[in-house]
């Protein structure tokens, strides 16, 4: 199926580790890429390829894929990582796919 | 220096059309693809459609197919997403973004509302 499936929200105390995943049929095909958005601001990307890091990116990024799941791995978490997290995927003929989103709370 | 810089806000009446322009500068035009993404208030990021700066060549969301046109200057270097048949769902933050790798850039985004 053509969707990506995000779960809505999950939350972490600080220093623990927060695992995001994003599901669908297209992701056993295509690579994934992870974007970070703040309020009020353009997303980010954090990690593309399913676990390259762009430069920047903290270490405590980091992105793994297992069939029809990829996973983002915030390791540590901290105050300032509290965003909202979306997959990205773009099929061979161009056209792209957003996950719903995933609200990250750090408390 | 990257700079991707988008017009600014719009307020359209239901039924009309909006054209939203998406200028880069500080990279080679034609070497990344233009993505156009857009984000209702309080909602996620939705796809809308790709365009080759080089060839011109575009794909759109099917949730847009019949409403929504991109078009490119090369001189300028610059995107443009025109969505037709406003309505008030319509509202949202567009973007034009690279969506490239290992490096993607983003325009600041283009508010618009479309209220009678």
């Known amino acids: ?107 | 220096q990257v700079q991707v810089v988008q017009s600014g806000a719009e307020v359209k009446k239901p039924g009309a059309s909006v054209k939203v322009s998406c200028k880069a500068s500080g990279y080679t035009f034609t070497s990344n693809y233009i993505n156009w993404v857009r984000q209702a208030p309080g909602q996620g990021l939705e796809w809308m459609g790709i365009i080759n700066p080089s060839g011109g060549s575009k794909t759109y969301a099917q949730k847009f197919q019949g409403r929504i046109t991109l078009t490119r200057d090369t001189s300028p270097s610059t995107v443009y997403m025109e969505l037709s048949s406003l309505t008030s769902e319509d509202t949202a933050v567009y973007y034009c973004a690279t969506l490239s790798t290992p490096d993607d850039y983003w325009g600041q985004g283009t508010p618009v509302t479309v209220s009678s």
């Open chain 1, 1 to 107: 199926s053509y969707e990506l499936t995000q779960p809505s929200s999950v939350s972490v105390s600080p220093g623990q580790t927060a695992g995001i995943t994003c599901s669908g049929d297209v992701v056993a095909k295509n690579y994934v890429r992870w974007f970070q958005q703040k309020p009020g601001q353009a997303p980010v990307m954090v990690m593309y390829k399913d676990s390259v890091r762009p430069s920047g990116i903290p270490e405590r990024f980091s992105g793994s894929s297992s069939g029809t799941t990829v996973t983002l791995t915030i390791s540590g978490a901290q105050i300032g990582d509290e965003a909202d997290y979306y997959c990205y995927s773009a099929a061979d003929d161009n056209w792209g796919l957003f996950g719903g989103g995933t609200k990250l709370t750090v408390l």
